[in-house]
């Protein structure tokens, strides 16, 4: 079958509040290399005792005035979280969501692309934190205040980005060596706001400089309300595995509110970080991507009993892949290459992904692609296999999947030249 010629609804967007410079047309400020772009690393091995320990209900978090229930938070990824990536999140139970990286300059000189990177959706009750990167104190300060007046209910300083673009500014990862800096940034945007004000950190600057739990301490005198822990230093971007045990170690220090965040990837490593770290709350970033199922997945098990929800199935993937495709269309109709990313992201993990990435790389139109996944969505709907085993590890180890599924042999999976 031919996978050209199928229309594709295109939605113009729903309501949403675009309180800021709307109309202007910069493009969008993209301050991550794509080598950062990384899938998630290697799944952290869910330990089979881990499963049985399971029954974990951690209460909400308050930040200031902003009450984080549950207690699991959408990581800030540049590129990957915006407003319509937010909303599904946040649909599908996040606590708090977050902004991709929002440069303070940007703000100042009223970019309309920066301004629009905070944009929020009315009808989204879960609370945003805006999340800012800069070197410059009062920058930040004044970019804060103008936030508030918008009505951003928080913000979060960024202190782990190991980009060079951003750490060159003084930003960023940075800030951890000279940690009396990155406290005293946060005293100016604590005089200049009176929203909660959050910085998230890595470890340190690279192995020899480990100093999150002084940096923690430092940053809790000047008056932070909260802090999350990315268990990395920066020279290590993404590699090796997060260490959980400094956030447990920040969490002994300090009085504030403490986010675990780093390689979770199913809902028991989200509840062994609440137990080993003790940390308030679990920050997922990458996991995320292409798996909103995820978080619900989290919630059932702290919720266990009380959740009336249906577990979703392959249509309900379907409808949440074509919505996700046609609400971003309705904002850039040219943006082929996105929607690829974004079928890739939810082909994680599935039967015959591969096959599928190989064909959308063919795929020249939106409305192939979307044709060529509806295809792949009905072969696997049709092997019966259940959805949640390909997207939350603890249901595949489960061994729902039938033990046979032969090679996948997709008779639509065409090339779509
Ligand atoms: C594509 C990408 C973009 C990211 N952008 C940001 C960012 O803008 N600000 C930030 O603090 N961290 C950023 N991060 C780091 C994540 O917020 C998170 O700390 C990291 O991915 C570890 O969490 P995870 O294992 O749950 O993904 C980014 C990560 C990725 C993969």
């Not at 950062?36 to 089979?48: Q, R, Y």
């Not at 990581?75 to 979280?81: L, Y």
Request: aromatic fraction near 6%.
């Amino acid at each position: 079958m031919p996978c050209t010629g199928h229309s594709i609804m295109v939605s113009s967007g729903d309501n949403f509040s675009l309180w800021m410079c709307a109309g202007r047309s910069e493009k969008t400020d993209v301050f991550v290399s794509r080598s950062m772009e990384s899938s998630v690393g290697a799944e952290k091995k869910a330990d089979p005792q881990l499963l049985e320990e399971r029954a974990i209900k951690p209460s909400a978090l308050q930040i200031g005035k902003v009450n984080v229930d549950p207690p699991l938070i959408l990581a800030p990824m540049a590129g990957v979280t915006d407003r319509l990536y937010r909303r599904i999140m946040a649909d599908h139970g996040a606590g708090m969501v977050t902004t991709e990286m929002v440069s303070t300059q940007g703000l100042i000189r009223d970019q309309g692309a920066t301004w629009r990177l905070c944009a929020q959706d009315d009808d989204v009750k879960v609370p945003m934190a805006v999340q800012l990167f800069g070197g410059d104190s009062r920058v930040m300060a004044e970019a804060a205040r103008r936030l508030e007046d918008k009505g951003v209910q928080l913000i979060d300083i960024n202190a782990g980005c190991p980009v060079k673009k951003v750490v060159k500014q003084g930003a960023g990862a940075v800030l951890l060596k000279t940690p009396d800096r990155l406290a005293r940034m946060v005293e100016s945007v604590k005089a200049s706001v009176s929203v909660p004000v959050t910085v998230k950190v890595r470890l340190g600057w690279d192995e020899n400089s480990i100093n999150v739990v002084d940096a923690a301490r430092m940053l809790e005198r000047a008056g932070v309300d909260a802090i999350t822990v990315h268990g990395r230093t920066a020279a290590q971007f993404y590699g090796g595995q997060a260490r959980w045990e400094w956030i447990r170690r920040v969490k002994e220090a300090v009085g504030v509110p403490v986010v675990g965040n780093g390689d979770i990837t199913s809902p028991a490593l989200a509840d062994a970080m609440l137990r080993q770290t003790g940390c308030d709350a679990v920050m997922i970033g990458r996991a995320t991507q292409g798996n909103p199922w995820l978080l619900s997945a989290i919630i059932a098990g702290w919720r266990e009993g009380t959740t009336k929800n249906p577990l979703p199935d392959w249509m309900d993937f379907q409808d949440l892949v074509e919505k996700h495709v046609n609400l971003f269309l309705g904002q850039k109709p040219q943006a082929a290459g996105h929607i690829r990313k974004i079928m890739l992201w939810y082909s994680r993990h599935c039967p015959g992904a591969a096959a599928l990435r190989n064909e959308l790389t063919h795929c020249t139109t939106v409305e192939a692609m979307v044709q060529l996944f509806r295809v792949w969505v009905e072969e696997l709907q049709h092997r019966g296999l259940p959805f949640m085993t390909s997207k939350v590890p603890e249901h595949r180890m489960k061994r729902e999947l039938p033990t046979e599924n032969g090679p996948f042999n997709c008779k639509g999976l065409k090339p779509c030249r």
